[in-house]
């Protein structure tokens, strides 16, 4: 069904209207933007649309799909916040083109691949992979969907799922589409915790003790510049101060920024390298990083 609310149009059945409206965009010569979410949208999606139309996007689309495929056993899929009325309104407010809804069924038909095959296997299952068994590949697979649905000019994905990026990035090139895809930075709160739906799931005391993650990743990277000691014992002795506090680690890691892979040693060089960390408070997990 086709509707629209005010000046945005939302598509939520039917693909081929999504592709024909995206493909007469083009045909004018209007550069399509596309950003993906899972809804519940706060100022770190919102940013997203101001920045992909400072990269040059006229018309800008904008997904809402919680994505099951992504979601392991035990995970939040069925507490997810979902608030697609709310979350249109606030489109509405920076004059979005177009909010596309789909099912489940829209996106995943019977006769749908089940699999998106890179050559980056070792990278899906590190990091955030370790902890969250397929995950990435659930991710790829409604991302390839809907780029091929959408099939934009740009697409924008924000820093704070770092991981994620690199491992879209990849696969668009691997897979030759033609979609260029860019990342924007975190959008923070103004304590610095970085903007996650997820944060809506802490108490108070667990949001307390969520801000020693960015404020460890600062004091670490610090650290690690100043490479007064090997980073790894760095990294190893901030890991057990963590969980000593009260955040479950799951990871705190340096990597080479342009594509996650393991860092021998460590050379001081601006951008060059991503440090990354990934904690447990209660049930809920909370990711962000710093590039060094």
Request: with cysteine; aromatic share 8%; glycine share 6%.
């Amino acid at each position: 069904m086709n509707t629209r609310s005010n000046r945005i149009q939302i598509v939520s059945e039917n693909l081929s209207d999504i592709k024909v409206m995206a493909l007469s965009w083009k045909e004018k010569n209007e550069v399509v933007g596309f950003i993906p979410t899972m809804g519940n949208l706060h100022e770190g999606h919102l940013s997203l649309i101001r920045k992909i139309r400072d990269y040059g996007a006229t018309k800008t689309i904008v997904s809402i799909y919680v994505n099951p495929k992504q979601f392991g056993p035990g995970e939040d899929y069925a507490e997810y916040p979902r608030t697609p009325d709310e979350d249109i309104k606030l489109l509405e407010k920076l004059n979005v083109d177009c909010v596309f809804c789909p099912s489940d069924e829209e996106i995943y038909p019977p006769n749908a691949e089940s699999q998106v095959m890179i050559d980056n296997l070792s990278l899906m299952h590190e990091l955030c992979g370790k902890y969250r068994p397929g995950h990435f590949d659930g991710v790829l697979l409604v991302v390839n969907r809907l780029l091929n649905i959408i099939q934009p000019n740009i697409a924008i994905f924000g820093q704070k799922d770092y991981q994620q990026y690199v491992l879209i990035k990849n696969m668009v090139q691997q897979l030759f589409l033609s979609t260029e895809v860019l990342m924007a930075p975190i959008i923070r709160e103004n304590d610095g915790l970085a903007m996650s739906s997820r944060n809506s799931y802490l108490n108070s005391n667990q949001r307390s003790k969520a801000l020693h993650l960015y404020k460890s990743l600062i004091s670490t990277s610090r650290k690690i510049r100043e490479n007064k000691i090997d980073y790894k014992s760095i990294l190893q002795n901030e890991i057990e101060r963590l969980n000593k506090i009260g955040l479950s680690v799951d990871y705190l890691e340096l990597r080479t920024s342009n594509d996650l892979s393991s860092v021998k040693k460590y050379k001081k060089m601006n951008g060059k390298y991503v440090l990354l960390g990934a904690i447990k408070l209660g049930k809920t997990r909370l990711i962000d990083n710093i590039i060094l």
